[in-house]
């Protein structure tokens, strides 16, 4: 494994790790999913990624299929904003293992057309969401203490 392979796929997982999990602290009830979707696919994706070199392999592919009919369900039933972001981010990764398919990407071009949306784009709308409930639990308190 090259240093840069090692980077991408231990050094990001383990930042995906640290939101999560702050995520987990301090998000409510869809930040909390939305992060154990992601750690939990994302580990998988770690687990049954192809190491020969030649792409991420069907198994990735129908794990990133099945994030996004999650992430598309979760948008579904809750009206917070951020997980219509959620979904998109995840949909344009289906579209870019689709793309890399198709018009026979390199190994870079493809993890980073697929990697930029549904690894650092997910993790960046989940910070927004759990700093949107954070802002919003901070008003709702203010609002409720005595003056």
């Known amino acids: 494994m090259h240093l840069i392979d090692f980077i991408w796929q231990y050094g990001v997982a383990a930042i995906a790790t640290v939101v999560c999990?702050?995520?987990?602290?301090?998000?409510?009830?869809t930040e909390r999913f939305a992060a154990t979707v992601i750690l939990f696919f994302w580990m998988l994706t770690l687990i049954v990624q192809s190491q020969q070199g030649n792409g991420p392999g069907i198994w990735v592919k129908l794990i990133d299929i099945t994030v996004l009919i999650i992430f598309v369900g979760m948008s579904l039933?809750?009206?917070?904003?951020?997980?219509?972001?959620?979904?998109?981010?995840?949909?344009?990764?289906?579209?870019?293992?689709?793309?890399?398919?198709?018009?026979?990407?390199?190994?870079?071009?493809?993890?980073v057309a697929v990697g930029l949306w549904g690894g650092h784009g997910l993790l960046y709308v989940l910070i927004a969401g759990t700093i949107s409930h954070r802002r919003s639990e901070k008003r709702r308190w203010a609002a409720v203490a005595p003056s």
């Open 77 to 111: 039933k809750t009206r917070k904003l951020w997980t219509v972001f959620m979904a998109a981010f995840q949909l344009d990764a289906v579209f870019g293992h689709a793309a890399a398919t198709l018009l026979h990407f390199g190994r870079y071009p493809a993890a």
């Open 21 to 29: 999990g702050w995520a987990m602290s301090y998000g409510a009830r």
